[in-house]
């Protein structure tokens, strides 16, 4: 019972560098969102999609790409990487919007 | 401007006592409820729900209430165990989905035996 699976889990990143975050989910669900989580902070909506081959941007986009080709997989990109942009970042998935969201155990990205 | 408050930081609270942990919101159009709980180095985890057509939902020792008028939740844990240690998120989003789920900044529980 895999679940919603990241990796990595951890990762350090040189100023201007790319990277992509994986996240995979086994339970055929729509919604898939990805998350930062700041210290002491909540965690914000970076992207979520709807379904394969839809996206949108949450509440804080900027620095990040996502693709949706599949149910399964909703990868996250950052193009040239920033310190603002070390954090924990999480995948979710969900059967509907209005259902509980479930997450992966978190990718902790650094950026130096 | 955040939409869901968790104005504690933390809680420490003794093993067998209860814990109240409280959150409050601002956006009127908010009808879905929900507590998360999260262990570090893990994903947070679904704990409890509530619809706001009720004012209280109760799921073994953890129940919600729901107070509309004041645009408050708060969650209980009876009786508190050491295994409660960990962040409680709050998150709200209305039923219609077209708002995705906010999230309040957590509350760190101290159970201590």
């Known amino acids: 019972n895999a679940g919603v699976t990241q990796t990595p889990k951890f990762r350090i990143l040189k100023i201007g560098q790319s990277m992509t975050l994986q996240c995979a989910q086994d339970?055929?669900?729509?919604?898939m969102y990805w998350y930062r989580q700041d210290p002491g902070m909540g965690l914000k909506l970076i992207y979520y999609?709807?379904?394969?081959?839809?996206?949108d941007k949450g509440e804080v986009p900027n620095g990040y790409n996502v693709s949706r080709s599949t149910t399964e997989d909703f990868p996250l990109r950052l193009e040239l990487a920033a310190p603002s942009q070390t954090s924990v970042y999480f995948c979710?998935?969900?059967?509907?919007?209005?259902?509980?969201?479930?997450f992966g155990d978190g990718t902790r990205l650094s950026i130096l | 401007d955040q939409q869901v408050k968790q104005n504690s930081p933390s809680l420490s609270v003794q093993e067998g006592r209860i814990s109240i942990l409280n959150c409050d919101y601002t956006?009127?159009?908010?009808?879905?409820f929900l507590w998360y709980k999260k262990y570090p180095a893990e994903g947070p985890t679904f704990l409890i729900s509530?619809?706001?057509?009720?004012d209280k939902n109760e799921d073994g020792r953890f129940t919600v209430f729901l107070n509309k008028s004041a645009k408050h939740l708060s969650l209980h844990i009876v009786p508190s165990q050491p295994g409660d240690s960990a962040v409680y998120f709050c998150?709200?989003?209305?039923?219609?989905?077209?708002?995705?789920?906010?999230f309040g900044k957590g509350t760190r529980l101290s159970v201590i035996a």
């Open positions: 509530i619809s706001s057509i009720k």
């Open positions: 998150a709200a989003s209305d039923h219609s989905g077209n708002t995705p789920l906010v």
């Open positions: 999609s709807v379904g394969a081959g839809i996206t």
């Open positions: 979710a998935s969900s059967d509907s919007s209005n259902q509980p969201q479930h």
């Open positions: 339970m055929n669900h729509n919604y």
């Open positions: 956006n009127s159009m908010f009808d879905y």
